[in-house]
């Protein structure tokens, strides 16, 4: 893989959940920046709210609001069909959410972008440009202030770093769709055979994998919980 994104690894502002959900649901493509580079953060625009279909809006919420204690075990029965290494599969679920929490990306998305870039989790994987680990990130990003380690086979820093090469991407554009194809390195669509293709894999696995962990969980009640003080006003 070639990660198309800044050399920089100033620490990452914090994204809102809707400015998130405008830029992983909305389908356009943007132009971006030019290969090789990340605007800075603060000269990022403030994302506008899209339209969005209520049922994906509904369920990319509903993942983000539910706890990590509760996304845990289904990402964790997920990743096990990729591998059996148990140990290994806890360590990874449990450095995704993390990442999720502390830089604000849906870990349906975290997780969507590892298992397409290294499908049987090796951490040790170097492809043949030397990008390296679950990942799948270049050395020049190693040593990001944020993961506190320069080790991209270390399955904590390699998550750290690629999940903060994703988040600086999904800032810097207009949608999930566009900052996947910086993250391919596909921005002028020269790199790869077909990499206009990988956005759409992503975002296909990141469903399944948000589904699961939907299903994994207590969704009805979440959702009596945020309703119930609407049907109390509506009462009195």
Known sequence: MRIATGTSAAKLGEL???GLLAILLNSGVSAGTPDGEVAAADSLPILAPVPLPPTLLDSVRAETE?????????????????SDDRLLVRRISRAVLRESRRQQ??????????????TTLRPEAESSVGAQGLMQVMPFHAGARLCNSADLVDVDSNICHGTLILARNLRATSSSFAALLRYNGCVRGTNTPDCHRYPGRVLARASRVRQEILAGTDVMALAARDSAAPVQLAQR
């Open 66 to 82: 539910l706890p990590a204690a509760e996304v845990r075990r289904p990402l964790e029965r997920y990743l096990g069909r990729y």
């Open 16 to 18: 809102t959940v809707m």
């Open 105 to 118: 990306v849906p870990p349906s998305l975290i997780t969507a972008v590892l298992l397409t870039e290294n």
